[in-house]
T-cell receptor, first 118, second 112 residues
Framework: AQKVTQAQTEISVVEKEDVTLDCVYE???????LFWYKQPPSGELVFLIR??????QNEISGRYSWNFQKSTSSFNFTITASQVVDSAVYFC???????????????FGKGTKLSVKP | EAQVTQNPRYLITVTGKKLTVTCSQN?????MSWYRQDPGLGLRQIYY???????DKGDVPEGYKVSRKEKRNFPLILESPSPNQTSLYFC???????????FGSGTRLTVV
């Protein structure tokens, strides 16, 4: 069965600290997709990144970076030099299968609430 | 601007009074879905639609209906709302499965 675990419920850091949000997933499919979404206090869900199971390259986008390791079923997210505007709930999500065999159901972790203090 | 629009943003209603939450996307996306977000439970899929006139149940469909008569719209219907349907609802769309899902701004529903 698919499952996404975000073990860190809440993290609090001081501005300019680096912070890593952990995500561990479970799936039996060989084809799957991993996502990170940000939910700021205003409530909307903002797409950050999508990775497919065949692409283990790490990605960097400005202060954000993602480390995908199939060997440990993890897809961790690091924010470098955190800022107050990074304060939000961050969700990791998993979707299985290809077009013909999946309902496109995003299985979300329970989220990690990040608070960045000035 | 490419977006998914949900209405209303906030709604308080009484038990049993039928309501519809609208969802519209302007990106010509084939795939649309509905999620509900509850504290401690995260987000769970209610219904999804692969294309016009093609809809199917997600993980928590009980008490909900949907329709997809045209590509851009995917309304969520609560025929007889109950307090356990108090939640934050999100509509999402994507061109096809498993690419970038765009979410609406959410609808906070309270059923008293």
């Amino acid at each position: 069965a698919q499952k996404v675990t975000q073990a860190q419920t809440e993290i609090s850091v001081v501005e300019k600290e680096d912070v890593t949000l952990d995500c561990v997933y479970e799936t039996r499919d060989t084809t799957y997709y991993l996502f990170w979404y940000k939910q700021p206090p205003s409530g909307e869900l903002v797409f950050l990144i999508r990775r497919n199971s065949f692409d283990e390259q790490n990605e960097i986008s400005g202060r954000y970076s993602w480390n995908f390791q199939k060997s440990t079923s993890s897809f961790n997210f690091t924010i470098t030099a955190s800022q107050v505007v990074d304060s939000a709930v961050y969700f990791c999500a998993l979707s299985e299968g290809d077009y013909g065999g999946s309902q496109g159901n995003l299985i979300f972790g329970k989220g990690t609430k990040l608070s960045v203090k000035p | 601007e490419a977006q998914v629009t949900q209405n209303p943003r906030y709604l308080i209603t009484v038990t049993g009074k039928k309501l519809t939450v609208t969802c519209s996307q302007n990106m010509n996306h084939e795939y649309m879905s509905w999620y509900r977000q509850d504290p401690g439970l995260g987000l769970r899929q209610i219904y999804y639609s692969m294309n016009v006139e093609v809809t199917d149940k997600g993980d928590v469909p009980e008490g909900y209906k949907v329709s997809r008569k045209e590509k851009r719209n995917f309304p969520l219907i609560l025929e007889s709302p109950s307090p356990n349907q108090t939640s934050l609802y999100f509509c999402a769309s994507s061109p096809i499965l498993n690419v970038d899902y765009t979410f609406g701004s959410g609808t906070r529903l309270t059923v008293v």
